[in-house]
Nanobody, 123 residues
């Protein structure tokens, strides 16, 4: 089992940056692919980015490609989402998640979830 705790959210002006972190505890962190998702009020949870077990493969939603970067440190059991050039439409609760499936962007395929961290981008 894996426990996930997100941090780093906050309020930022459009065009600014934030760095989200996800601290993982439990066994076999290295064996999981990790993802970031977000959910805005009244909307479904949507995929943002994912990274494979080694960090050698990443994938992004079109809406964040070129602005967000996902990375992981297996020694520190952390996953990071660097968010640049933020837009008001990036406002949401951001969740970190872990999956044993090799490549997936479907929320239903992720086994473990954090509680989320709020990101608010003002215009």
């Amino acid at each position: 089992q894996v426990q996930l705790v997100e941090s780093g959210g906050g309020l930022v002006q459009a065009g600014g940056s934030l760095r989200l972190s996800c601290a993982a505890s439990g066994r076999s962190f290295r064996s999981y692919s990790m993802g970031w998702f977000r959910q805005a009020p009244g909307k479904e949870r949507e995929f943002v980015a994912r990274i494979n077990w080694s960090g050698g493969s990443t994938f992004y939603a079109d809406s964040v490609k070129g602005r967000f970067t996902i990375s992981r440190d297996n020694a520190k059991t952390t996953v990071t989402l660097q968010m640049n050039s933020l837009k008001p439409e990036d406002t949401a609760v951001y969740y970190c998640a872990a999956t044993g499936v090799g490549f997936t962007i479907a929320p239903s395929s992720y086994d473990y979830w954090g509680r989320g961290t709020q990101v608010t981008v003002s215009s």
